[in-house]
């Protein structure tokens, strides 16, 4: 079964429309993060905005490093006209000195178009930060981009609950070969012992009993049950940790943390290559989940 909220914490999503006023473009990506770290980039004037699509992202994501950008541009047609009264003054006063009456119709308009009495820019965009109507859209279209950008790692997280279910899968699998290993632990051990002692005891010094208490000492410590029942009970409670309905990355670092340590040890006790081997090929696949892990919100 795939957890359908199963969410990857990386993701982008764009989103950009137009007014009468002008345009808008959102984007939004999210990478890993040991918590919710919300970013967002409005431009001045717009801090309502802002705290709303914060808010809204707060409801939507629990982990993840997000930076989340809006840029507006104000249609060519809006200009504001400044007419710099000081220049068409001094040219009115001159107008007035040459021809002895004041500068009307055509002539102011011949003066009105002379460079740098009227001059034109585009309207600021601080103009619409108080316009309720232009706001709200804003503000909805922002809530557009995060529930894209939450779709795109639903998407890439489809992809990581098929991978480490494969990987729980082979953890299983060698954890079973390990066990199929266990028992000849003990003979393992006691062959090799048995055979240092051999070496070492030319005077035969140490006695079957005492050699004996030995080998079943060095066996004991050398018994991987624990290790391998441990494995299988991770396994068991990372499949239900997929199929959880919630948010579960971190604790899938947790897990693999605990079978990291279990694998370690199974090796470190191995008596024969085939356990060793096997407990290689375990830290191999146990080192790609944490890898996939660290990437579920």
């Known amino acids: 079964m795939t957890n359908p909220e199963f969410s990857s914490m990386t993701g982008f999503a764009r989103i950009a429309g137009q007014g009468e006023w002008g345009s808008y473009v959102w984007e939004a990506k999210s990478v890993n993060g040991k918590g919710l770290d919300l970013r967002i980039n409005t431009p001045s004037g717009f801090e309502t905005v802002e705290k709303a699509i914060k808010a809204y992202g707060s409801e939507l994501f629990s982990r993840g490093s997000f930076q989340i950008g809006l840029k507006l541009e104000m249609n060519a047609g809006q200009m504001d006209v400044i007419v710099n009264e000081d220049v068409l003054a001094s040219l009115m006063a001159a107008y007035e000195r040459a021809d002895g009456t004041m500068a009307t119709g055509p002539a102011l308009a011949t003066l009105m178009g002379m460079k740098g009495v009227v001059e034109t820019k585009a309207a600021a965009i601080s103009a619409i930060s108080d316009d309720v109507e232009v706001i709200d859209a804003i503000i909805a279209s922002g809530r557009n981009v995060l529930e894209a950008l939450k779709a795109d790692r639903l998407a890439e997280g489809a992809k990581l609950h098929a991978m480490l279910s494969a990987q729980l899968n082979d953890v299983a699998q060698y ?123």
Request: one cysteine or more; proline letters at 1%.
């Open 175 to 297: 954890t079973a070969q390990a066990t199929g290993y266990a028992p000849e632990q003990a003979q393992a051990m006691s062959a090799r012992y048995r055979q240092r002692m051999t070496e070492l005891d030319i005077d035969k010094a140490v006695t079957d009993e005492r050699l004996a208490a030995e080998i079943a000492v060095l066996a004991a410590k050398a018994d991987v049950r624990e290790e391998l029942d441990r494995l299988v009970a991770h396994v068991s409670s990372g499949r239900n940790l997929l199929d959880a309905n919630e948010a579960v990355g971190r604790n899938l670092g947790f897990l693999a943390q605990e079978l990291n340590r279990e694998a370690n040890t199974l090796c470190a006790k191995s008596a024969s290559m085939d356990l060793t081997n096997t407990g290689l090929a375990l830290k191999s696949v146990i080192d790609q989940f944490k890898e996939q892990a660290a990437n579920v919100e």
